[in-house]
């Protein structure tokens, strides 16, 4: 029987999966929770790990939006109670799955990375290959990630130490539209998303992050949606 954990802060994608997962007779649903607002609603998500921890669930399903932003706030945290599991494997689902994020979790831990848009079939697939200790990634993701291992693996080393040097107050001194990059950067889009989004070209995406790089001290994508994710939640 896999044991599944669940964080998710879509109230109706949640009853569809339940509803739909406990028609498989190897799959069982420990526990859920939804999160609508991560900082008013902390102390639940701490009572969720430890819970987990007790509960030791084989695969813990996550939203990545909610990953991104607690991370943006406290990855240490996440690393150490992914330390206090060592024997659960985590499946990050959302919309779209950037290659330098996906690297980014891998290195961190994670087996399984899956695509709302692909269905339920896709998903309970995905769910039984994770536990059985294999990596699930698309084709395409896999192809984009390997790319990307061979061009940057030894610059990206350092993806998931500390994150200390990442502030909110450098976001003062970017522009109105590196700001706008910043934001469609934290939504895991591509330089081509962007530039379609924002009416420019993919070499002005380029040219706005090298300067956004170099302007805020951040070294890759991942910590540009850490930073902006940790500015926007504690802005709002």
């Not at 896999?2 to 994608?13: C, G, N, R, S």
């Not at 607690?70 to 992914?82: E, H, P, T």
């Not at 081509?192 to 924002?198: F, N, Q």
Request: aromatic share 6%; hydrophobic share 45%; glycine share 4%.
């Amino acid at each position: 029987m896999i044991k599944l954990a669940v964080i998710t802060h879509d109230e109706k994608y949640l009853q569809h999966l339940i509803n739909r997962l406990n028609r498989e007779k190897d799959i069982n649903i420990l526990s859920t929770i939804i999160i609508k607002d991560l900082e008013s609603e902390a102390k639940q998500v701490l009572a969720f790990m430890k819970q987990m921890i007790e509960q030791r669930p084989d695969i813990f399903l996550l939203e990545q939006a909610i990953l991104r932003d607690v991370a943006s706030l406290d990855l240490g945290r996440i690393l150490d109670y992914k330390d206090k599991m060592p024997t659960m494997k985590t499946i990050i689902f959302g919309i779209r799955f950037n290659e330098e994020n996906v690297i980014a979790m891998l290195q961190g831990g994670v087996q399984g990375f899956f695509r709302i848009e692909l269905g339920d079939e896709q998903l309970i697939k995905c769910i039984r290959v994770v536990a059985r200790g294999e990596i699930w990634l698309e084709a395409e993701v896999t192809t984009r990630v390997f790319e990307e291992v061979f061009k940057e693996f030894s610059k990206r080393r350092d993806l998931l130490k500390s994150l200390t040097h990442l502030t909110s107050a450098k976001m003062d001194i970017l522009s109105t539209r590196e700001m706008e990059i910043m934001e469609l950067i934290s939504h895991s889009m591509t330089n081509e998303e962007i530039a379609d989004k924002l009416f420019i070209s993919s070499k002005t995406v380029k040219t706005h992050l090298r300067n956004i790089f170099v302007k805020a001290g951040i070294r890759n994508r991942v910590e540009a949606a850490l930073v902006y994710t940790r500015h926007a939640l504690i802005s709002h």
